[in-house]
């Protein structure tokens, strides 16, 4: 099984990992770790009003912080799933991540597509878009969004709270 797995520098990423660890077997699988860098959609809008020699240094520093951050984020990546034992390898690719990912599946061919969700809403979404909710869309293969965990970690954080309180209540003798 070929799974795809499409990473950026956000928390959902990690949980994308996590979930191929979890809910794939690593004997027969080959794991593709994608990280797409929007060049220059990722340019710092400080350097969209610099100018002179020094403003292309400065620009070409920002590109190269970007690649290393990437091979960074990917190897880690690799590590976790190596650890885990599956066969896995790393790509870093400049261009519109939708498209990457979309042209990258079907090009492999990936059996499944493996992308976090940030779970944006309202302006957020509508200003930055949706990378899941495109590939979904246009994917040849089964895409598994994986949402961020951090919702679930913060409801179980108040699951436990009501819980803790609850038996507290019962120990001394209190009742609902």
């Not at 520098?9 to 994608?34: F, K, N």
């Not at 400049?94 to 979309?102: A, M, T």
Request: charged residues 25%; aromatic residues 4%; contains cysteine.
């Amino acid at each position: 099984m070929n799974l795809l797995v499409a990473i950026d520098e956000w928390g959902c990423s990690a949980d994308a990992i996590a979930a191929v660890i979890e809910q794939y077997r690593p004997a027969g699988a080959e794991v593709r770790v994608l990280h797409v860098i929007e060049w220059p959609r990722d340019l710092p809008a400080s350097f969209a009003f610099a100018e002179g020699p020094s403003a292309a240094a400065s620009v070409l520093r920002a590109k190269e912080d970007r690649w290393r951050r990437g091979h960074d984020l990917l190897a880690a990546a690799v590590e976790r799933l190596e650890h885990a034992l599956f066969s896995s390898s790393a790509q870093l690719v400049e261009g519109v991540p939708q498209q990457v990912i979309v042209a990258m599946a079907a090009n492999w061919p990936a059996d499944t597509i493996v992308i976090g969700s940030h779970r944006r809403h309202g302006l957020p979404r509508m200003l930055l878009g949706s990378v899941s909710d495109a590939v979904v869309r246009h994917a040849l293969c089964s895409v598994h969004v994986v949402r961020e965990r951090i919702a679930k970690r913060e409801a179980d954080a108040r699951l436990s709270g009501q819980q803790d309180l609850s038996t507290t209540a019962n120990r001394e003798g209190v009742t609902s």
